[in-house]
């Protein structure tokens, strides 16, 4: 995997004052993958130390009046095109800078006065389709023993809980909020496990309840309400789907977006939210765009067969019919499933960073399809998917 990175993030001292901002987590990631450095002021020539610059009014001036906006342009176009060469997916840059700054930046009064919009060189990395972020993405995205990696695992893909080195497990009934009366349908366990996969903090929920089973939205995300009490803040989402044929491959896939066909909101139904004045969630970006790269990157350094694409939660328990296969396909839907948007809700209400992963054990809509084909087509890609799951971690 090819990650452009801010040289001041690297420690090198490229900055206008003649230092740099070295991140542990940014130097971390940077120990793992091919690292493509980039210092669009550099590249354009200009000299360490210097003032210091910021955007106004779409052009670039340094403090001293100076308008630099095309040597901007020149050092942003070379480090495009130094990324474009080097395939790099990613692109972690430095924070607020009138050319690494991503979506805020400084406002042209040199006065720390932050305003939205992009430095010169992460416009033109993102018109390009890389996913740019800055290290504050990297930060919190980093496991610690305090903000374990929460995972959440679905039918026939929970055996990912054995590799967990425990350390306490935890009965889902001594959960908040999650049902009494449930019991796992086959292929789940209702245990969760706190421990680390590979020396990465992690908790395991190797099984989940589902709105088919006659459990509400709030039931049914208590899980991740659990899991952020505990810490975390990144949280997977392993789930298996049917591909809507022409729109999706049966196999692995990372989910992009999702549209919530359940007619349920676990929202509408939080006790926190309901003496809240703007009870409104953003799902934009509700699955990480920082995590769906690296794990596309993962998967293509180990060879792992993936596609990716727009999820549709429905209620079940029924499979679709012709017809609604036919109206997923025109909305743009490439996998379809009975779980998981009520909780990548949750999580994005809780800001946490969403990562979805699928298995598409079938076509959407195929005739022969049971619990016990779905388990099977899990277990044929389960080696694959444990090694897409750990590579993931490691990279974190
Ligand atoms: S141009 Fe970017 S990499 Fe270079 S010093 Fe400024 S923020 Fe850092």
Redo the contacts with the bound molecule.
């Keep these: 995997m090819r990650v452009a990175i801010?040289?001041?993030?690297l420690g090198q001292p490229?900055?206008?004052d003649g230092g740099s901002k070295p991140v542990p987590e940014v130097m971390s990631l940077a120990g793992k993958v091919d690292v493509c450095p980039?210092?669009?002021?550099?590249a354009a020539g200009l000299p360490v130390p210097r003032p210091p610059a910021e955007q106004r009014e779409g052009r670039v001036f340094l403090s001293d009046g100076r308008d630099v906006t095309a040597e901007f342009a020149h050092g942003s176009d070379a480090c495009r095109d130094l990324a474009l060469r080097s395939r790099v997916s990613l692109a972690v840059?430095?924070a607020k800078?009138p050319?690494?700054g991503v979506n805020l930046i400084y406002d042209g009064t040199y006065s720390g006065t932050l305003t939205a919009g992009d430095g010169t060189l992460a416009a033109r990395l993102k018109k390009e389709g890389i996913c740019v972020v800055t290290e504050d993405v990297v930060k919190a995205c980093k496991p610690s023993v305090e903000n374990p990696v929460a995972i959440v695992l679905g039918t026939g893909l929970g055996h990912l809980g054995s590799l967990v080195k425990p350390v306490r497990r935890i009965d889902y009934h001594d959960i908040e909020g999650f049902p009494a009366a449930a019991n796992p349908v086959s292929g789940h366990v209702f245990e969760a496990t706190v421990g680390t996969i590979d020396d990465v903090p992690v908790v395991v929920y190797p099984g989940r309840i589902h709105l088919y089973q006659g459990f509400s939205a709030a039931e049914v995300t208590a899980l991740v309400r659990h899991a952020h009490r505990l810490g975390c803040r990144d949280i997977i989402f392993a789930c298996a789907t049917g591909a809507v044929p022409g729109c999706a491959h049966t196999g692995l896939g990372i989910l992009t977006d999702q549209i919530n066909l359940t007619g349920r909101n676990p929202l509408a139904e939080w006790e926190e939210l309901r003496d809240v004045e703007t009870p409104f969630v953003d799902m934009n970006d509700a699955y990480s765009p920082y995590l769906r790269t690296v794990a596309r990157g993962v998967a293509d350094d180990l060879g792992i067969a993936v596609e990716e694409g727009v999820y549709a939660g429905v209620l079940g328990p029924c499979f679709e019919t012709p017809a609604e296969v036919a109206a997923l396909r025109t909305l743009g839907v490439s996998y379809v499933g009975m779980s998981t948007v009520c909780e990548v809700i949750m999580a994005k209400a809780l800001d946490m960073n969403v990562l979805g992963l699928t298995l598409a054990a079938n076509e959407s809509g195929a005739a022969d399809v049971t619990h016990e084909s779905v388990r099977a087509a899990a277990e044929a890609h389960s080696e694959d998917f444990e090694r897409l799951v750990r590579g993931v971690l490691r990279m974190l």
């Design positions: 801010s040289r001041c993030l490229v900055r206008y980039v210092c669009p002021e550099g840059l430095k800078s050319s690494c």
